[in-house]
């Protein structure tokens, strides 16, 4: 499943065309969460084509969240990921950071859907650097278009506060979104949740040195049904040149009197 082989140069990690994807974090007992952690930082290379099967760094949902472990992947310098989905995410509480660290080298994700944080479960998550160096690159699962990127959004009912964190800053990034959501739930509950993305410098070969390109960027939105009453927090800094078709913020369109 992961063939590691080291040389003079380093080594290198492949993970190729394997159907079952790869779960890091793979606890479904209610109450329970894992503590794991891959670090392949002492790698030259990582490479990982899962097709259509997703990359998870966390637990799948369960019945109770008061479990406070997270797990973390940290690449390799050059790391290249094909999949349908990456995930940070977790049925844990927010206590339990599910982490993505990236390399110091060139990282790139092909995949069509980049969720960090708060899609069906309760729990928190993270993309980040390692380190002070590193760049990235965002496309969808077939290399030339655009991928949906998902910073604590999605449709848990949970009356936790799930949290998303993407955080770019001092670092090179060339990303090429459809729909970026920050701060979204549409679950009923009372539930909250906080969503932040932060970008200030375009890769040295982003197209036309635009470092972030979507068709659209929503901040904070919360939808649903009657019930639905929790809020959501959307926070979007950006430090350099990008392209947004369309922004919106602070949309709320459930019917509800408060």
Do not use: C, W
């Not at 499943?1 to 290198?12: D, K, L, M, N, S």
């Not at 159907?19 to 794991?36: E, Q």
């Not at 966390?58 to 690449?75: E, F, I, K, W, Y």
Request: glycine content about 16%; hydrophobic content about 35%; proline content about 2%.
């Amino acid at each position: 499943f992961i063939e590691a082989q080291r040389g003079v140069a380093g080594g290198a990690g492949l993970v190729s065309d394997h159907a079952l994807g790869l779960n890091v974090g793979l606890n479904i007992t209610t109450n329970v969460s894992n503590a794991a952690t891959l670090d392949l930082t002492g790698l030259s290379t990582f490479y990982a084509n899962l097709g259509a099967a997703n990359f998870v760094v966390g637990d799948p949902t369960n019945s109770g969240g008061t479990a406070a472990a997270g797990s973390t992947v940290m690449l390799a310098p050059t790391s290249t990921i094909f999949a349908t989905s990456i995930t940070a995410d977790s049925a844990s509480n927010p206590n339990a950071v599910q982490q993505i660290k990236l390399g110091s080298g060139t990282n790139q994700f092909n995949a069509n859907t980049v969720t960090i944080g708060g899609s069906a479960n309760r729990g928190a998550g993270s993309l980040t650097f390692n380190g002070a160096n590193g760049t990235l690159k965002i496309r969808n699962l077939a290399g030339t278009g655009r991928a949906t990127m998902n910073v604590q959004n999605g449709s848990t009912g949970t009356g936790s506060t799930p949290i998303g964190t993407v955080d770019f800053a001092g670092h090179g990034v060339d990303l090429y979104l459809g729909t970026l959501t920050i701060g979204g739930r549409s679950g009923l509950t009372t539930g909250s949740g906080t969503g932040t993305f932060t970008y200030d410098t375009a890769a040295s070969d982003a197209p036309s040195g635009i470092g972030l390109d979507a068709t659209t960027i929503n901040v904070a939105s919360r939808t649903g049904t009657a019930g639905t009453s929790g809020n959501v927090t959307g926070t979007l800094n950006i430090g350099a040149n990008a392209t947004i078709g369309t922004l919106t913020m602070s949309t709320n369109s459930v019917a509800l009197t408060s």
